[in-house]
């Protein structure tokens, strides 16, 4: 099973990254080379010198030098514990009218330095941050508990990207900013670099080398890991009101199966055996059902030793779901009402607008942005039939068939589509589907009735000979889903294995394992998998 994979964490090896001159943030690289490295610091030696100032660095070790003498060590990186959150404040206090202060009781906020601005010696203001809400502290010399020394102390070395916590009282002040009054400021955690502007932070590489940073300092990355979660919960949620059971199911396999891709290996040393890890966890989770848990699903890893582009990772995450006495058909429905539920519990709607990337091979299909709808029943196409339609032959050559290379080989040549050696019918029958029908699911789509040979562990189609109950859902140009009723017959599972031998698109493990736990009897099944990523 292939799944969509769109990357939140990234490394340097992504060619489809568009590099950028690396920004340098207020200071210039040719001042950074020429200082000299300090003594522990390892900086000088990495790709990252945009985001490190040597000045600046040097500038916040003499401060927590100076702290340590003045304070001794334990005022360096302090526990802590605050009483309340900026959000809490911001929403119990937002009553306050201009030029109102509550002095009675004092709150302690905690926050990460955005801003710093010196109005003068004696009043400076400061705005934290914590997940994700701001709120202005104003530090008035007249207000402050701790004596002026200590306040000149702090207030003169207080740098954007510390943490502090702060105790005072609610204020919201002339020009109607809801803040805190501070009497007492404490460093929790210092920043020994110099935080970059708000968004300007845009090289993808440095970004996906400083996560931290670009989490930091661009205001929209947090939304992606957010989101993801709220996918995550409510792909959850949903299941576990229809009765499925969470499980999960080992990530290092001896035989890994469940999918046509190359596995990581790996060594177990206490019993000197070669591992892998795991593809998919198909063979497991139906194991269970014949187990007696019939409605089962897993949210976890997986891993393919394969190539990196825009919609593949070596490392993903899926979701998959089986569930006895049912098929493709109920799946399809269920797969319709499942991603209504997570758009909405995202979006609040049952649309999604989405950037669909270039499509290779189509001109016509340029860089746009959609309107996905997932409101309406989804289109279905069928792949032998409009795939015939769009070739403008009769009938497809049989893929099922090993000899058939030379006729889709030939297919491919004359409508200049490229496809890599070596050559295998089921390779060359992708690629004439993503050419042709994979370009034209812009909106919710089903592929529908996949060959067998492209499909070894879902069932022969009930009525039609050579093809599979077998869809994948695709939206946006990009596979979402794919789903089947799943083979549950022992020796014609044996047979398929045999026959993607046959055809060259089997790795070469041992799966007999499995057909021996399908001899137990599986019980009509329908499986559904989807990439979360």
């Excluded at 879902?458 to 050579?466: K, L, P, V, Y």
């Excluded at 799966?511 to 329908?526: D, H, M, N, S």
Aim: with cysteine.
């Amino acid at each position: 099973k292939g799944y969509t994979m769109l990357r939140i964490f990234g490394s340097s090896a992504r060619k489809a990254l568009v590099r950028q001159p690396l920004r340098r943030f207020q200071s210039t690289k040719a001042a950074s080379d020429s200082a000299p490295a300090a003594s522990g610091t390892p900086h000088a030696s990495t790709n990252d010198t945009s985001l490190f100032n040597q000045h600046v660095y040097e500038e916040r070790k003499a401060f927590i030098r100076a702290l340590e003498e003045k304070k001794g060590k334990n005022a360096l990186y302090p526990p802590f514990v605050s009483d309340c959150t900026v959000g809490a404040y911001l929403d119990e206090f937002a009553h306050l009218e201009t030029g109102q202060k509550i002095q009675e009781k004092e709150y302690t906020l905690t926050g990460r330095i955005m801003s710093k601005r010196d109005a003068s010696k004696k009043l400076v203001f400061y705005v934290i941050r914590s997940e994700l809400r701001d709120v202005q502290i104003v530090a008035n010399l007249s207000e402050y508990t701790d004596g002026e020394e200590e306040y000149n102390f702090l207030n003169r070395n207080l740098r954007r990207g510390d943490i502090i916590a702060v105790k005072g009282f609610p204020y919201r002040t002339k020009t109607g900013e809801l803040s805190i009054s501070a009497r007492q400021l404490q460093l929790l955690a210092p920043c020994l670099h110099q935080l970059p502007d708000y968004n300007s932070l845009t090289d993808k590489e440095l970004r996906y080398r400083n996560r931290h940073v670009d989490l930091l300092m661009n205001k929209g990355v947090r939304d992606v890991f957010l989101t993801r979660s709220k996918v995550i919960n409510s792909l959850r949620s949903f299941l576990d009101n229809r009765g499925f059971v969470e499980v999960e199911t080992p990530m290092l396999q001896k035989h890994p199966g469940g999918a046509i891709a190359k596995p990581f290996e790996t060594y177990l040393h206490a019993h000197h055996a070669n591992l892998y890890m795991r593809i998919a966890p198909e063979l497991y989770l139906k194991q269970l059902i014949v187990g007696g848990i019939e409605r089962v699903y897993e949210i976890g890893k997986q891993f393919r030793n394969e190539g990196v582009d825009l919609t593949h990772n070596p490392e993903f995450t899926t979701c998959e779901f089986y569930q006895a006495y049912s098929d493709y058909n109920q799946l399809m429905t269920t797969t319709e009402e499942l991603l209504r539920h997570i758009i909405f519990a995202v979006t609040g709607g049952y649309s999604l607008k989405v950037d669909i990337p270039r499509k290779k091979g189509h001109p016509e299909l340029g860089n746009e942005s959609v309107e996905l709808d997932f409101s309406k029943p989804f289109r279905r196409i069928y792949i032998e039939d409009d795939l015939a339609k769009c070739l403008k032959i009769e009938k497809l050559p049989d893929v099922n068939d090993p000899n058939s290379v030379n006729e889709f080989l030939e297919l491919c040549r004359k409508h200049n589509i490229e496809v890599e050696a070596p050559h295998t019918s089921v390779k060359l029958l992708d690629n004439l589907v993503e050419h042709f029908l994979e370009s034209q699911c812009t909106q919710p789509t089903f592929l529908c009735h996949q060959p067998l040979a492209t499909s070894p562990l879902a069932r022969q189609h009930r009525s039609i000979g050579g093809v599979t109950e077998r869809f994948e859902l695709f939206a946006g140009r990009m596979e979402l889903c794919n789903a089947y009723t799943e083979l549950n017959d022992p020796e014609e599972q044996r047979k398929r294995f045999a026959h993607q031998v046959a055809l060259g698109e089997s790795l070469g493990f041992n799966e007999e394992w499995f057909c021996q736990v399908l001899e137990w009897g599986l019980p009509p099944t329908g499986g559904w998998g989807m990439g979360i990523d």
